[in-house]
């Protein structure tokens, strides 16, 4: 026995409950039942609401998803963009992480009747890496009690009063804990006080100021109290408050879209009675839990380019509206969504660039909300801003979006030699023209240049010519879906007709409606960009640029090809084959700023702050070049308005116009 006893003293551990009278104990259970019942109940509220949603499958495949976790909950990929706050976030996330891990401990240890607290792992986890995680993390809540209230960072101007609430209840709890555990070591002597460097500092200053050993006790009774009270605050407040991303954010991140990240759904007009959204049921179950998520951070807002224009739209308000109405009338709203909770202003000023999307680091989903609410007003209030409805006039009446547009689809082809499908001419690719490519003279040198370097190439290319139409993205970006299905049924018609499998466009609007949206309506091909197929020729050396284009290049991703697709690669290979420098602008790759074209905006009036393609085309002369590349007929003509308006020296050009000055210079 005395073996035992002896071996017992060196063993390094600690009594969980000193200071702490058997029925203080049994109180606390009492507490902490209570606590987790408010935490579920809480819980039980927003699954309720949740389940209002229609379903959308979002578990498999779990790989993927698994991985996109670690990346961007448990290394922060995404918040550290932001590098200061993201290094404070990561601060007090793995500080909690650790702290919450030792709570575990003591529960596996104490209530399960599992002896691991003791020995090596107390001394170098649950006494020295939890005190340094706990001081990490008090760096971390600190830091973003200055950035918020001191430095008032602009994009964190909202929830003032509830985040102060988080964060000294964070402060309070970091706190009261060093205090407890320094109480608790001067009033046992604790041998092992050396391991826990922030206790040990205070059980120090304990002693130092005299207190004695009833004072000691008395002290650490209360705050014990005191810390586990707010400790049980905090648990039974995360259902009712912003602490609830520290659950729901890591879900989110795994159920985020794998691909196609601003895709929409495909509605059923046999089966559907309402068409878009107008209430709460008729968005997904996903749509409404990503309501919960969003942590009011801002990021959102702060690189949209409607927002920063001075446009009457903040994706983050607009997720934080239909939050605040989905709470307020347990998801059982009278009040239209689109119209009365979401201004139609609002809904029409979004590009959907998905620069919000992009940012976002809870993985929300702004854009198909948006244009959920889009089809609503279009199809069921038949409210549209006037110059995009005849866009759409001109979309049913005469297979392009151009009203007013005098030139045929075939206009561009004079000069070069080009297969017609229609007649019989059969080939490898079919070149989707796409109609801003078609019927803008701005818009034919590229195509033509493109010809000439797949000719020069050996790659058998077709057009359709008159056949062709437009792919229908317009019309479901504005809202009208009805219109999308028929005309991108009638394109599937004819491309089967004459056999097509694989699409080369030089438009990533038709990419991304060619890659993405017909195959759910049963419409499957190897689409590529321009880009993407020029990048392989060039690297297999079919197509051999023997001369350099004497000129600075800035490239311009365009969304729809980088945010909506992934291909930012591509263009660059190419430009750095036939460029004698290329140079980047400040905002590029994934952090680029819109042209102002995308979600049929190309066809509304700017009239309130500045015009994005500005903002664009300064940010590209900012960078020194001679020419800004694109690759999209749409960023083309923008940016080229743009320069002109804003007396920019650098002159816009398609990649594929560069390719084909690079091969005339080199012969």
């Not at 804990?177 to 002597?189: D, N, W």
């Not at 009446?397 to 561009?412: D, I, N």
Request: proline content about 5%.
């Amino acid at each position: 026995m005395a073996a035992v006893e002896a071996q017992t003293l060196i063993t390094p551990t600690r009594e969980v409950f000193w200071n702490v009278p058997p029925a203080g104990v049994v109180v606390m259970y009492l507490l902490a039942f209570a606590a987790l019942g408010v935490f579920a109940y809480g819980l039980a509220r927003h699954v309720r609401m949740w389940r209002r949603g229609r379903p959308a499958a979002r578990l498999h495949p779990v790989g993927p998803r698994l991985a996109a976790v670690v990346r961007h909950v448990l290394a922060h990929g995404r918040l550290l963009v932001d590098r200061v706050a993201g290094v404070y976030h990561l601060a007090f996330f793995w500080g909690f992480v650790a702290l919450f891990a030792g709570t575990t401990v003591v529960f596996i240890h104490q209530d399960l009747h599992l002896r691991i607290m003791q020995g090596p792992f107390y001394l170098y986890f649950q006494s020295a890496t939890l005190d340094v995680m706990g001081v990490v993390a008090t760096a971390g809540v600190t830091a973003a009690l200055v950035a918020r209230y001191l430095l008032r960072v602009p994009r964190l101007r909202r929830g003032v009063l509830a985040d102060a609430v988080i964060l000294w209840l964070f402060a309070l709890i970091l706190v009261s804990g060093f205090l407890v555990e320094g109480l608790r070591i001067a009033g046992t002597a604790d041998p092992w006080a050396a391991w826990s460097p922030v206790g040990h500092g205070v059980a120090r200053l304990v002693r130092a100021i005299g207190m004695s050993e009833a004072a000691v006790r008395l002290s650490h009774s209360w705050l014990w109290w005191v810390h586990f009270a707010l400790a049980m605050v905090f648990i039974a407040y995360i259902p009712f408050s912003k602490l609830f991303h520290l659950v729901l954010a890591p879900l989110n991140t795994y159920l985020q879209p794998l691909q196609n990240p601003g895709g929409v759904s495909l509605i059923d007009f046999e089966r559907s009675e309402r068409f878009g959204a107008s209430a709460f049921t008729d968005l997904t179950w996903k749509d409404l839990f990503d309501l919960d998520v969003c942590t009011e951070c801002g990021r959102c807002t702060a690189v949209c380019p409607a927002s920063t224009t001075g446009k009457p739209l903040s994706p983050m308000n607009v997720i934080l509206d239909l939050r605040d109405e989905m709470t307020r009338s347990a998801g059982a709203s009278r009040r239209l969504l689109a119209g009365s909770v979401i201004k139609p202003e609002a809904l029409w000023a979004c590009t959907t660039c998905l620069a919000c999307m992009e940012a976002c680091p809870v993985f929300i989903e702004h854009v198909p909300k948006i244009v959920e609410l889009r089809r609503h007003l279009v199809m069921e209030q038949a409210s549209i801003p006037e110059t995009m409805a005849d866009a759409l006039r001109s979309l049913e009446v005469r297979g392009h979006p151009f009203r007013g547009a005098a030139l045929s689809r075939t206009a561009w082809v004079e000069g070069v030699d080009v297969r017609r499908l229609a007649q019989g001419q059969g080939a490898e690719w079919l070149l989707w023209v796409g109609c801003a490519a078609a019927l803008n003279e701005r818009n034919h040198p590229p195509l033509r240049a493109l010809l000439r370097a797949l000719a020069a190439a050996g790659v058998e290319v077709g057009i359709l010519g008159e056949e062709e139409t437009c792919t229908g993205d317009p019309a479901r970006r504005m809202g009208n879906e009805y219109l999308f299905q028929t005309m991108a049924r009638q394109n599937i018609e004819t491309l089967a007709r004459y056999g097509v499998t694989k699409i080369v466009t030089l438009c990533p609007h038709c990419y991304n409606t060619f890659r993405h949206e017909y195959p759910q309506l049963g419409g499957r091909y190897e689409v590529w960009h321009h880009t993407q197929l020029l990048a392989r020729l060039i690297d297999e050396g079919r197509i051999k640029p023997g001369g350099a284009v004497a000129a600075t290049i800035t490239f311009h991703d365009p969304c729809y090809l980088g945010r909506h697709n992934g291909e930012y690669e591509a263009p660059r290979r190419v430009l750095g084959a036939v460029a004698t420098g290329t140079v980047e602008m400040a905002q590029c790759r994934e952090h680029s700023f819109c042209c102002g074209a995308g979600g049929g905006l190309y066809w509304a009036e700017e009239r309130v702050g500045q015009r994005v393609s500005h903002v664009r085309a300064r940010q590209a002369a900012d960078t020194g070049a001679q020419v800004v590349a694109t690759a999209c007929p749409f960023c083309l003509l923008m940016l080229e308005d743009a320069a002109a308006a804003v007396e920019s020296p650098v002159r816009p050009m398609d990649v594929a116009e560069l390719v084909g000055r690079a091969l005339a210079e080199g012969s």
